[in-house]
Structures are given as structure tokens and as C-alpha cells.
């Protein structure tokens, strides 16, 4: 397949805001791709080299790549530079400066193959040479692409592909090219990517064997699982009520989300919420695990969380954030900032797969499982029926140190749901109790431009929410208050790699910001109560046609939620239950508030 051809579908990505264009558009492109070629094809997609869990990275930066396009178009390095300046996109520079070229003789077009292997070998390069090594390979890819193919090998090296095709729309179109497209067949497809992560290996299997392979697709250690998320309730009671009958309560940690996997021989990986590696950041759960773990391999889940050595007492969730993206100094903060891991779940056991197990076997699996020590230790739990006990469970919670409890079902349906939302799992936590409103996390897409104090800074910054069915991101809140100066300081930094020229496609709102951004940074913030806003786009129409939900007096409470992918943050249809249990609240007669 010629990589003309892929590009040509990209541009017509990009230029239409229809899901079911969009779908259409795909599936005819993973029909026509060679089985052999497709994991690739899914990877560069989604400006990837292999899955996200094992953190590729390509190791090529602005000044290498405008060096990259200066010697393939036999021009300066200023001259890139100037020109991109004016256009604010490497990629469009690449792409004039490469249609500005008369060719001698035509150069042998790229193939996808050549161009996927090419990028692997630039991310493989180590070394000495390695920057003069992705240099020559990335100027020999430019020198034989074409205009479009320049800008879109620029913006793929870049990390800025910004056709905004994400998960769930690429599993509706493999549904569609290699199945029946019905919501079944979707759903088989969805549960095998769930398991492995692996979105280019599942389109693999799928397209060589058809849908009956992703039946038989297992937990595999070293892979990441994705994370089952909870749902939350108002109050207690509403929580306990949903359970129909006993359930088990657990403290909820504030911490990392954890999932350990021990391999047979010991190795251990470690994933965060995002599954993203972080084994690096704690040696010290590497080295205790594999002793803790009584029957290998085993995949687990817990929440990291710092605690007192001398105490054993829980601290406060902000003294983790400082060893994350930290791999000097661990020592030090090793004894400074010890941690322990609190396990809640159990994936798989030896050759048992117990994640289909109901929850009840799985926590007893777990507690055989586990020999507890300072650094792994079980979450605590208890099992109750009535509201009494539950209510004294969570104040002996928050006493501890927990920011709540999780209320956790134990029906024989209580298996462990990977990368899916339920009401299996209730979060209910302090503020809750305090009659404060949750937090929500919102994906940064735009900034405003300061004034007075904040003259020559940023001075808002528009927040989206996410909407899984239509892949897009809306906007609900523009927020500018709650940033103390070195917050607002790290903004621009923390946004440059999001940064650009136009609304990009997969972004929603009815205000025109002064910078726009590509969702990548979540924060988290808090606000009155929500409300329908003509100007905001978050479920559109939900409610009242014309409106969105929008959240009054928006917070941002200073923590960057780094942990969460912007897919992650909280979703629309999230707001529109948020929004209708606050109605309910507040009508008169419910007797709820
Ligand atoms: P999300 O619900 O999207 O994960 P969030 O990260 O804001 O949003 P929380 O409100 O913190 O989630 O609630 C769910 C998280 O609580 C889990 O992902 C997990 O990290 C944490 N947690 C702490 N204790 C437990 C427990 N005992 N069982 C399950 N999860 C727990």
C-alpha cells in the first residue's frame, strides 16, 4: 500500500465532521489494507509505532526535524524556521517547501511498510550517532514523499497528527470492515481490546480470523488490562440501594491506580491508570511484589499511597505526586516518601483467569494471595446490608486517612469488567457527605488571553468534557479562576505539545478561544452546580435543544491530572447524570438534598 494512498485518507479525515463518514472512511481503509499491514496502519493512526503501553518514544524534536526539511529541500535552516514561524506547523512548511521543488527524475514512491519500518528504526536508534542516524533516515523519507505525505510524516514525528481518530471510533469501523457493524459485534471486538490493550494486535486477529477470534482472547502478563471505573451515588443510601442486597465496602485510597503484574519468573511491570509504565518511579513495589505474590504469574490491582514509616498512617496523596515522572534522586525519596500499595483486585491467579470471576471469589483468591507486608497490603474491607454499619465504615474511612469508601457489589454478575463504567463499583466519597460537589476533570481545548494582572499570560482556559459515542470533545466550563502564579506559569509549557493553529476536528464549543489546543491536558476543577449554557456543547441538545450542560463558578483545585488521558476526563453523559441528580435533589417533594 502506498502511503500517497493513506495520506489521501487522512485529508479527507480531517476535513469531515461526520461520525458516520468518518467510520465509513476507515472501514473501506482497513478492508483494502494487507492483514499483514494493518496492525502498522492502526498504530501510525493514532500517531503511534507500537501500543501505548510501551511507551515508544521517537526521539525526534523541532530543531531535528526542520533539519530534516532543510536538507531534503535543499533550502537553509533559517528558512524553515522563518517560514514556520508564519505558518505556527512544521508540517505545512514541510509540505510548501516540498511542492515549491521541481524533481529531476521521479523518486520511487513510499510504500506504508517502508515508512512504518523506517519510523521504528529512527525510534530504535541509540547511541553516539543516534541523532545524525534519525536524521539521515528522516530526511530520506522526505526527500522521497510527496507535498501531503511531507506534512503528515512531520506531524506524525512531531507527535501532532491531529486527524482526532481515537479508540472507540476505530473499533467501530474494524465492527464495520470485518464484521456485521452490528453493536455485537462491536461489543466481542471491544472486550478483546479491553483485555489486551493492543488495538493494532486485535485488528491483526479480527481481519485474519474473523470475529470468533476475539472470543478466545485472553489476559496476557506484560500487557495491560483496562481499568474497570466505578459510577457514583449521592448519598449512602442511594449507593447501598443500588447494590440490591449486601455489599462490600472498601476504603478508597487517594492515590495511584496500580496494576501490578508479576510474571512467572518475578519480573514485575507496574501500569498507571492510563497504562502507562511507571515501574521505573517505584523500585521498591518491583523489588517487594514478587515475595508478596504466594502464586505466580498474577495480575492485581491497588491504589499506591504514601504512608508514615513509623506510623504506618496514610499521607497525603500530593507527597506521591512528587516521585511520579522522577527516576533521579529515588533514594532519597524512596525513604522520604515510602509507599504502600493497597490491593482491591486480583486479574488473574497462576493459570486462572479470575477476572470472570464474581467478586466475591475474586477477593478471597486475593486475600490466599497475598502475603501482606509494610509496602503491599490488602484494601480494607467490610461486607454490610444495613445503612448503620456502612455509615460507621466510612467515617472509620475517613479517619483513616481514605477520601472515601468504594461500595462494591457482590452478585454473581460482579465479574470484573475491563474499560468499563458500571454501577458494580460506587464511589462515594467525603465531599459527597459534606454536600459539596464532585470534582470533574475537563480536557484543556482553548486559552484566553490575560488582562490586568495576568496581561501577556493566560488568563482562562476552556474546558472540554468527553462524548465516547460521538468522539468529540465539549466544552462545558471556561475557567480561570483558582490558578495561584505558578500554576498559571506552568500552563503554557504544559500545553505547548497540545498547541494549534485551528479548532481541531474532535473539538466542540460555541466560544472562539484565543489558542486552541488538542485535547491532552485534563485538570481538575470544581464548581456550584451545572447548568444549561447556550455557548457550551457537553451532550448538546441533551436537555433543551440549543444548549449544553455548563458548569457555574468553575475552580481549577491545582491538581493536574496527569494520570488521565484526555479520553479519561469526565464524560458528557457523566454531566448529564450529574445534572439530573442534582434536579432531583433540588425538586421539591423528593425529599432528597
Ligand atoms: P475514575 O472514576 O474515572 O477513575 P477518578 O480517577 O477521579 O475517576 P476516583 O473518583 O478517584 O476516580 O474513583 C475511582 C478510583 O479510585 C479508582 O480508579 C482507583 O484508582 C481508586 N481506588 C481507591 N481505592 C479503591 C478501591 N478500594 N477499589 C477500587 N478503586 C479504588
Known amino acids: 500500500m502506498r ?74 535552516d533559517g528558512q524553515v524556521r522563518r517560514e514556520s514561524t508564519v505558518s505556527g506547523d512544521l508540517g505545512v512548511t514541510a509540505e510548501r517547501l516540498r511542492s515549491g521543488q521541481r524533481r529531476l527524475e521521479p523518486l520511487e514512491p513510499l510504500e506504508v511498510e517502508e515508512v512504518y519500518a523506517e519510523l521504528r528504526a529512527i525510534a530504535a536508534s541509540r547511541g553516539d550517532g543516534a541523532q545524525e542516524e534519525r536524521l539521515r533516515r528522516l530526511t530520506g523519507l522526505l526527500v522521497r514523499a ?41 461489543a466481542r471486538i471491544e472486550r478483546a481490546f479491553n483485555l489486551c490493550s493492543d488495538l493494532g494486535w486485535v485488528a491483526g486477529e479480527l481481519s485474519r480470523h474473523g470475529l470468533e477470534a476475539m472470543d478466545s482472547v485472553t489476559i496476557q502478563v506484560g500487557r495491560p488490562v483496562r481499568p474497570m471505573l466505578a459510577e457514583r451515588a449521592r448519598s449512602l443510601p442511594e449507593a447501598l440501594k443500588r447494590m440490591h442486597g449486601p455489599a462490600a465496602l472498601e476504603y478508597k485510597y487517594d492515590g495511584l491506580r496500580v496494576q501490578a503484574h508479576v510474571a512467572d519468573d518475578g519480573t514485575v511491570r507496574l501500569f498507571s491508570r492510563r497504562l502507562e509504565r511507571i515501574d521505573a518511579q517505584f523500585p521498591d513495589l518491583v523489588a517487594t511484589l514478587p515475595a508478596a505474590v504466594r502464586r505466580r504469574p498474577a495480575v492485581l490491582e491497588g491504589e499506591c499511597v504514601p504512608v508514615d514509616p513509623d506510623t504506618d498512617e496514610i499521607r497525603p496523596f500530593q507527597e506521591i505526586s512528587r516521585r511520579r515522572g522522577r527516576i533521579y534522586e529515588l533514594d532519597r525519596l524512596q525513604s522520604e516518601v515510602p509507599v504502600c500499595l493497597f490491593l482491591f483486585d486480583v486479574l488473574l491467579e497462576g493459570t486462572d483467569l479470575t477476572l470472570d470471576r464474581p467478586f466475591p471469589e475474586r477477593r478471597s483468591r486475593l486475600e490466599g494471595l497475598i502475603a501482606p507486608g509494610p509496602s503491599v497490603r490488602l484494601a480494607e474491607q467490610r461486607r454490610v446490608e444495613a445503612l448503620g454499619p456502612a455509615e460507621e465504615f466510612f467515617d472509620l474511612a475517613l479517619s483513616e486517612g481514605a477520601e472515601g469508601v468504594m461500595v462494591k457489589s457482590l452478585a454473581p454478575e460482579s465479574q470484573y469488567r475491563a474499560g468499563a463504567r458500571g454501577f458494580w463499583w460506587i464511589k462515594y466519597k467525603r465531599e459527597y457527605a459534606e454536600g459539596l460537589s464532585d470534582s470533574l476533570d475537563g480536557v484543556v481545548i482553548g486559552a484566553f488571553h490575560g488582562r490586568g494582572r495576568r496581561a501577556g499570560r493566560f488568563g482562562a482556559f476552556l474546558l472540554a468534557s468527553y462524548n465516547p459515542e460521538k468522539d468529540r470533545f465539549e466544552s462545558f466550563c471556561k475557567v480561570g479562576t483558582g490558578f495561584d502564579d505558578a500554576a498559571l506559569a ?29 485535547p491532552g491536558l485534563v485538570l481538575e476543577v470544581r464548581g456550584a452546580e451545572l447548568t444549561l449554557s447556550p455557548i ?58
Open 3 to 76: 502511503y500517497r494512498d493513506l495520506v489521501e485518507v487522512y485529508e479527507r479525515l480531517e476535513a469531515t465532521r461526520q461520525h458516520s463518514e468518518v467510520r465509513t472512511l476507515l472501514s473501506e481503509l482497513f478492508r483494502a489494507t494487507p492483514p499483514q499491514l494493518l496492525p502498522s496502519l492502526l498504530y501510525l493512526s493514532q500517531g503511534l509505532l507500537r501500543p501505548e503501553f510501551e511507551g515508544i518514544e521517537l526521539g525526534v524534536g523541532e530543531a531535528l526535524a526542520r533539519k530534516a526539511i532543510a536538507q531534503a529541500a535543499g533550502v537553509e
Open 146 to 186: 510527496g507535498p501531503v505525505e511531507a506534512r503528515y510524516l512531520i506531524r506524525f514525528v512531531l507527535g501532532s497528527l491531529r486527524i482526532g481518530i481515537r479508540e472507540m471510533t476505530l473499533l467501530d469501523a474494524l465492527a464495520h470492515a470485518f464484521a456485521d457493524g452490528s453493536k455485537a459485534a462491536r
Open 490 to 518: 506552568e500552563m503554557p509549557g504544559r500545553l505547548a505539545p497540545w498547541s494549534c493553529a485551528d479548532r481541531p476536528p474532535m473539538v466542540d464549543t460555541g466560544l472562539a478561544p484565543d489558542r486552541w489546543f488538542r
Open 536 to 593: 457550551h456543547r457537553a451532550d448538546f441538545g441533551a436537555i433543551r435543544p440549543g444548549s449544553g450542560f455548563a458548569l457555574r463558578f468553575p475552580r481549577f483545585t491545582g491538581r493536574f491530572r496527569d494520570e488521565k488521558a484526555p479520553t479519561d476526563a469526565t464524560s458528557s453523559t457523566e454531566l448529564r447524570r450529574m445534572y439530573r441528580q442534582q434536579v432531583r435533589q433540588s425538586a421539591p417533594g423528593t425529599g432528597g438534598g
